[in-house]
């Protein structure tokens, strides 16, 4: 079996899978200084859980766009599951795509290579993969699976949290999909700005990616609050929470032999 591991800023997530497809996964709240003895206790009382056992991972690879974990989920690998496992950015493991960046591909995000990859494995066409998390991205690919680049601007969250914060009267709320976009108190107000501004966002965005690109593309949501947003715009084709998790399957299966 093969462990995947992406760890982003707000959350890590382990995926148990089999050939191509995902068996289970969990995830965990991101602290960078959490320890291989703490991540393995947890881990292994969740495969027990499933019927499941360390002894039966056999590969791992890791993503991660917080660079103090890394060392980390590296020894609980190579410590407790014996495996040495593959890092998503390390020059040496090759994506199978091309990435046409003014930067060097170590310095893109791990989880957006991985979603660049898992998109283009199952849609076979050109993407803008918009994935819900801490950062709201937008990631776009060409029709060979090249990542082309995209854009990135604040999380919903970071936005709610900014609201609480930064203001003398407003609450700390949670986002949800308003009726209406006047809000008739100051909670249906912040949740109308939040949804209809991040609604405004997406499409307005990805409409300037596709006059840039110049041909059509499929747009896929990803990501925690991707489920809230996709059926509120027409934008959102297409909702695949699998995406990542898919990409680094294949990243691992480039650079293992099968």
Known sequence: MLLTINANNTNVKFAICEGDRMVTDWRLKTDPART???????????????????GQ??????????????FHLTMLCEKHLKTTPLVVGDPAV?????????????????DRLANAVGGHVRYMKPLVVVDFGTATTFD???GDGNYVGGAISPGINLSLEALHSMTAKLPRIAVERPAKAIGKDTLTAMQSGIFFGYVGLIEGIVARIRAEFGAPLEV???????PLFHGGTPVLQHLDQEITTRGLIEIYRRNSGG
């Open 94 to 110: 090759k994506l199978g795509i091309k990435v046409l960046m003014d930067m060097s591909p170590q310095d893109v995000g791990a």
């Open 220 to 226: 896929i949501a990803t990501g925690g609050l991707a």
């Open 140 to 142: 776009v690919v060409d």
């Open 36 to 54: 291989a003895d703490q991540y393995v206790v947890w881990l292994n009382q969740l495969m027990q859980m499933s019927g499941m056992s360390l």
């Open 57 to 70: 991972i056999d590969g791992a690879i890791i993503a991660t766009v917080v660079p103090q974990s890394l």
